[in-house]
């Protein structure tokens, strides 16, 4: 299967704007004459929507840390199949809201799974984006914002020590070539701004 379109994702800590930036980005880019297919994980096809509800819904404590890791995986390997690759296929641009560096990072460094992580990556996904944003900002930011929106909060009630050691970790991941780091710090518009302008960039030279 030949991959002719391009693979955009977004990161970073809860709070950072990386939805609000996802919608902005497919807005520009669909009015640009582009074909954006907007995605999000854990989601993002019908199968891997059941398994966001299994995951991020209910009792807290209701599976193991590797379990939830089987779980990410297994949304992950659905979305890939039925909604990424396809649209990827058909030459479109594919803009996800997450993708496997939130479970290198949550599950990874987070929950010390960072080898089972890997490995299942590896068999399971074997997959990157073309681009990935990091939307960096300060954890005390990103909580204050989390906070007014409330919806789930499990994976929100995790205090600044550790946003912090996320930040560090996403900062980390982002050396590798694919990633272009955005201070997300500053009012919406501006970084909408410059996230487009590397899309744009980075297709003009696909
Ligand atoms: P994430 O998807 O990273 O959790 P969201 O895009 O959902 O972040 O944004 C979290 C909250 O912060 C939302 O209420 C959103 O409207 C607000 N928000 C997003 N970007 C900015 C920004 N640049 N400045 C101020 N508030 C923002
Ligand atoms: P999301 O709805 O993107 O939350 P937010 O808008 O706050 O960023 O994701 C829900 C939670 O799921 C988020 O706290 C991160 C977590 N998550 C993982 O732990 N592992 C994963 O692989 C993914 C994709 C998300």
Known sequence: MTRRGVFLSFEGIDGSGKSTQARALAESLR??????????????SEGAEQIRRL????DPDRWSAMTE???????????LEKTILPALEAGGIVISDRFADSTRMYQGLRGGLSEQTDLLHRTMIGTEPDMTFLIDIDPALGLARARTRGG??????MGLPLQQAMRDGFLQLAQAGRFRVIDGGRD??????????AALAHLDSA
């Open 69 to 79: 890791l089987l779980l990410f995986t297994a949304a992950r390997r659905d979305h």
């Open 188 to 197: 919406a518009d501006a970084v909408a701004a410059d996230v487009l302008a």
């Open 152 to 157: 789930e909060q499990r994976f929100e009630d």
């Open 31 to 44: 009015s640009r004459g582009h074909h954006v297919t907007l995605t999000r994980e854990p989601g993002g």
């Open 55 to 58: 995951v991020l819904e209910g």
